[in-house]
């Protein structure tokens, strides 16, 4: 599978460029609005693989190459930019029938900590559907995951994430893809009206980390 991951060099598009590169034997390609930086940025993930014995290949383009090629794209945008990166997607005629995955979340932050702020729409997820062609199904994952401890490949994971879709066909799709991930399980939600109860999980799960000294890259397990 072609798997393309925007923003991913970023915090979140790292962590999953790495374990999915890790762990799966899709082809991964980071996309960036600066082609330059993801060249650069996927070469120095192929060596951190190689340093941990995993060889494989990581491309890296801009955005609109990245998602033109992908069977599954996954939005690591910040939640700011995520709808005109899709618009933009929209406009560049690239977008026909690939998955779309969001794992952006809407927070601000104050002196006590971060706090939830979705768009007007309910949440990012719903934010990008409403954007995206009728012809792209779009789904919401990965939301809750620490970025830092997927970066690291030496951490071991046992988490869970919950995965939104208003066709449980696409649900189905992204749960096998997260399969794939050592150490993460992932668990249908519902459909995309309950991405906000999803979404508002992060920023609880930060403030926990923040005032936790041992609690840092904190997740979630449902049992």
């Known amino acids: 599978m072609e798997l393309a991951i ?5 915090d979140i598009g790292e962590g999953l460029a790495m374990r999915f590169a890790s762990d799966t034997d899709h082809a991964i390609t980071i996309g960036s609005r600066d082609a330059a930086k993801a060249t650069e ?5 192929e060596e951190r693989l190689s340093d941990h014995g995993v060889e494989t290949g990581i491309n890296g383009t801009d955005n609109s190459s990245a998602a033109a090629g992908a069977d599954v794209v996954i939005l690591a945008i910040p939640p700011h930019h995520v709808g005109d990166t899709v618009e933009a ?5 690239v ?4 998955l779309l995955i969001s794992p952006a979340v809407g927070m601000n932050g104050d002196g006590d900590g971060l706090h939830y702020r979705p768009p007007s729409t309910g949440s990012v997820t719903e934010f990008v559907a409403e954007r ?14 620490a970025a830092d401890r997927l970066a690291d490949l030496e951490a071991t ?3 869970d994430t919950l995965v939104v879709a208003d066709d449980p066909a696409v649900s ?5 893809l997260t399969d794939d991930l050592a150490g993460v399980r992932p668990i249908p939600a519902g459909p995309l ?21 041992d609690m840092h890259d904190v997740g979630v397990s449902f049992t």
């Open 6 to 10: 925007l923003g991913g060099t970023g």
């Open 41 to 45: 940025r996927a070469s120095a993930y």
């Open 89 to 93: 997607l929209t406009a560049d005629d």
């Open 95 to 98: 977008l026909s029938d690939q």
């Open 132 to 145: 995206a062609p009728e012809s792209v199904p779009v789904a919401g994952a990965f939301h809750n995951l």
């Open 157 to 159: 994971l046992d988490v």
């Open 172 to 176: 189905e799709r992204v749960v096998a």
């Open 193 to 213: 009206s309950n991405a906000a109860e999803v979404e508002s999980l992060t920023p609880l799960l930060i403030n926990i980390a923040r005032y936790n000294e």
